[in-house]
């Protein structure tokens, strides 16, 4: 005996990823940068543009045209917090370091006004060894990222 099962009305969309069903385009604004480092603002930017097509499935448009707008406050970068130290006993280097990012993040959906996302003081670390201070602050950004789609995609 076969059996066919037929769905009729059901519809599966992906486009939005978690984000609600008409909320297709997004513009992620350069976030405000209240710290000396000129790198992250930028870094930050791209992670975002990327984790959110790449993750969320929403394409970018122009503020004025988009269904959502993610916009932020980079509040304190600190990119020298020794961890670990090296074992010899003549020189007291740190090997280890840990980097902290902490950004305030909204995501709002401008078809209704109503806020999806918000959050403030997101922390974010990286750990890098002496003289890779890029490599500690790529991983911070990405926790970041990661931190920031999630809970987007957790309201809904």
Request: glycine share 10%.
């Amino acid at each position: 005996m076969t059996m066919l099962l037929g769905v009729a009305g059901c519809s599966y969309g992906f486009a939005g990823g978690g984000l609600p069903p008409h909320v297709r385009t997004v513009a992620i604004v350069p976030f405000d940068n209240q710290t000396p480092s000129t790198e992250i603002q930028a870094e930050l930017l791209e992670r975002l543009r990327d984790g959110f097509r790449g993750r969320l499935g929403v394409r970018e448009a122009p503020e004025a045209r988009a269904s959502a707008i993610v916009r932020g406050v980079i509040t304190r970068y600190e990119p020298d917090i020794p961890v670990g130290f090296s074992a010899n006993t003549q020189t007291a280097v740190a090997a280890q370091r840990q980097l902290e990012v902490v950004v305030d993040i909204e995501v709002v959906d401008q078809t209704n006004g109503r806020t999806l996302f918000q959050r403030k003081g997101m922390i974010a670390r990286g750990t890098y060894l002496e003289q890779r201070e890029a490599q500690g602050r790529r991983e911070a950004i990405d926790k970041l990222v990661q931190d920031i789609i999630d809970g987007a995609q957790s309201q809904w």
